[in-house]
């Protein structure tokens, strides 16, 4: 069940930082998620200046790097859509293999960036996010976490 919980957060993660609609997902620019993202683990760990331009340059190279790939797993996922509602298998069958192929490196880039912010972290930090590290790719709170406190235990 734990592990459940920890890998639907990153799965749910993976899947919106890759492709925030137009105007973004909280009401801004595409970019705004990324501000979002930077206040909340601002907040939430108490991050100094040092570490929020740090946090800041992490995840706006990121965005750079996974840019193309977010268009194309938008129009892939509209293609996809249009497949269910056609009930085309087949086509079906290779955009899920596209989609896939396309999200190991999306997957891959989102890791790298949260392992560069966990790195940036003081050892008080990486305790209080404990095992949450979906936090860190935009996915909230994950096991042992709990909006506004320490991780439970």
């Known amino acids: 069940m734990k592990l459940r919980l920890f ?18 997902r909280h009401g801004g620019a595409p970019g705004d998620f ?8 601002t907040k939430f760990l108490a991050l100094n200046a040092t570490q929020q331009n740090q946090v800041h340059t992490i995840l706006a190279d990121a965005q750079v790097q996974s840019k193309g790939s977010a268009d194309q797993m938008k129009t892939l996922r509209a293609n996809l859509r249009d497949a269910i509602k ?14 896939s192929q396309l999200q190991q490196p999306l997957d891959a880039s989102r890791s790298k960036a949260a392992a560069q912010i966990y790195a940036v972290l003081t050892p008080d930090q990486q305790t209080k996010l404990g095992d949450g590290l979906g936090m860190l790719m935009g996915g909230g709170f994950g096991p042992g976490m709990r909006r506004g406190g320490p991780p439970q235990h």
């Open 86 to 99: 056609s009930n085309n298998t087949a086509q079906i069958d290779a955009l899920t293999l596209q989609i």
């Open 34 to 41: 990324s501000q979002h993202l930077e206040n909340m683990l």
């Open 7 to 24: 890998c639907v957060p990153l799965i749910m993660a993976a899947a919106l930082v890759a492709q925030p609609p137009a105007g973004g």
